[in-house]
C-alpha cells in the first residue's frame, strides 16, 4: 500500500470543527525508535527505518521530487523479509544481523498519544509526543501510484473544506531531529528531504 499524507498544525477551534460528524476509530500508545547510521545515508534519501513497538517497519519514498514534494508519499514495508529484499541483504539474514552489519543505530525514540479519526474517505490522526510537539495528518492508503497527485490534491481539498491552510510544518521525527541534533537537522536540509 501507499501512504499519501499531509502534516497540518490545528488551533483547538480548527480540531473541534474537523472531528465533529467523524468516526472516532480509537487511541492508542506507541514508541518508535528510527535507525541511521552516522553519515545520514538513510534519513539523507529519506528513507525512515523504524522499529514501532518493536516490529520493524521501512517507509520508501514515492515522491518524484523532494523540491517540489506538496505531501509525503511513501509505500510502508512492513515485514522483515520485504524490508531486507529491499536492501538486497544476503540470504538468510535477520533485521538485527543486517543493522549491525550496516551500523544502523537509534537515532530517535518517541511516544507518541494517538487520537484516530475517519471522516469521508481520509484517516486523520492527533499525534501528541512525548518532547512536547503536536501535530495532525490527514492521510490516505491507495494501491495505484498513478492516484497519487490526485489523492493529494484530494487532501489539501478536504481540509479547505475544514478551514485549514497548508502549513510548512513536518512531521514529528523531523521535529525531534530539530531540537536534538542540529548536525543532523542541517544535514536534511543541505540534502532538501526538509526545506
Same mark, same amino acid.
Given at each position: ?5 499531509? !502534516?497540518?498544525?490545528?488551533? %483547538?477551534?480548527?480540531?473541534? #470543527?474537523?472531528?465533529? &460528524? #467523524? ?9 518508535? *525508535? +528510527?535507525?541511521?547510521? %552516522?553519515? +545520514? /545515508? ?12 518493536? %516490529? ?15 505531501? &509525503?508519499?511513501? =509505500?510502508?514495508?512492513? /515485514?522483515? =523479509? ?6 538486497? #541483504? ?12 550496516? /551500523?544502523? $543505530? ?14 469521508? @474517505?481520509? $484517516?486523520? &490522526?492527533? &499525534? @501528541?509526543?512525548?518532547?512536547?510537539? !503536536? /501535530? ?8 495505484? #501510484? ?8 484530494? *487532501? ?24 536534538? $541534533?542540529? @548536525?543532523?537537522?542541517? @544535514? ?5 528531504? *526538509?526545506?
Amino acid at each position: 500500500m501507499i501512504e499519501v499524507e499531509k !502534516v497540518f498544525i490545528l488551533t %483547538k477551534e480548527q480540531e473541534e #470543527a474537523l472531528i465533529k &460528524d #467523524a468516526e472516532f476509530l480509537g487511541e492508542k500508545v506507541f514508541t518508535d *525508535i +528510527y535507525y541511521d547510521d %552516522k553519515s +545520514y /545515508s538513510l534519513t539523507t534519501k529519506d528513507l525512515w527505518f523504524r522499529q514501532r513497538d518493536g %516490529k520493524f517497519e521501512l517507509k520508501v519514498p514515492l515522491n518524484k521530487s523532494l523540491e517540489e514534494r506538496v505531501s &509525503d508519499q511513501y =509505500q510502508e514495508l512492513e /515485514s522483515d =523479509q520485504e524490508i531486507l529484499k529491499y536492501f538486497n #541483504a544476503p540470504d538468510g539474514w535477520r533485521i538485527l544481523d543486517f543493522l549491525k552489519e550496516k /551500523s544502523y $543505530n537509534p537515532f530517535c525514540k518517541i511516544t507518541t498519544t494517538r487520537r484516530k479519526y475517519k471522516k469521508e @474517505v481520509f $484517516n486523520i &490522526d492527533f &499525534d @501528541v509526543m512525548d518532547f512536547g510537539y !503536536v /501535530s495532525m495528518d490527514i492521510e490516505k492508503m491507495i494501491d495505484d #501510484a498513478s492516484k497519487m497527485d490526485e489523492t493529494t490534491e484530494s *487532501i489539501i481539498e478536504f481540509a479547505k473544506r475544514h478551514n485549514i491552510n497548508e502549513s510548512e510544518k513536518w512531521g514529528k521525527v523531523i521535529e525531534y531531529v530539530k531540537r536534538n $541534533n542540529s @548536525v543532523h537537522f542541517q @544535514v536534511l536540509l543541505a540534502s532538501k528531504v *526538509i526545506c
